[in-house]
Nanobody
């Protein structure tokens, strides 16, 4: 069994900052990519940021220069530092991890339960 548990969401004023964390636990052999997606009401889930096991990162154009993704491989944890938040950043944020439960297991993507981020104007 594998679990991804997010924390750090909440309510913040425009221009403020939040830091999201997501810890993966359970029967984990290795983790490849990790990332964050978000889904606003009435909209499709979209990629926010992703980070490969080697540290390469990828960001949505809408968050470049404001958000920073990082990971601690020893803790199986991925972070999302969000600065200069805007009302349009309001959404449920989901973390994901592409991981293997054993040497002979195929990579599988697991998702967290989501954490609400609300930015007031």
């Amino acid at each position: 069994q594998v679990q991804l548990v997010e924390s750090g969401g909440g309510l913040v004023q425009a221009g403020g900052s939040l830091r999201l964390s997501c810890a993966a636990s359970g029967n984990i052999y290795s983790i490849n990519g990790m990332g964050w997606h978000r889904q606003a009401p009435g909209k499709q889930r979209e990629l926010v940021a992703a980070i490969a096991s080697g540290g390469n990162t990828n960001y949505a154009d809408s968050v470049k220069g404001r958000f920073t993704i990082s990971r601690d491989n020893a803790k199986n944890t991925v972070y999302l530092q969000m600065n200069s938040l805007k009302p349009e950043d309001t959404a449920v944020y989901y973390c994901n991890a592409d991981l293997r439960m054993g040497y002979w297991h195929a990579p599988t993507v697991y998702w967290g339960q989501g954490t609400q981020v609300t930015v007031s104007s």
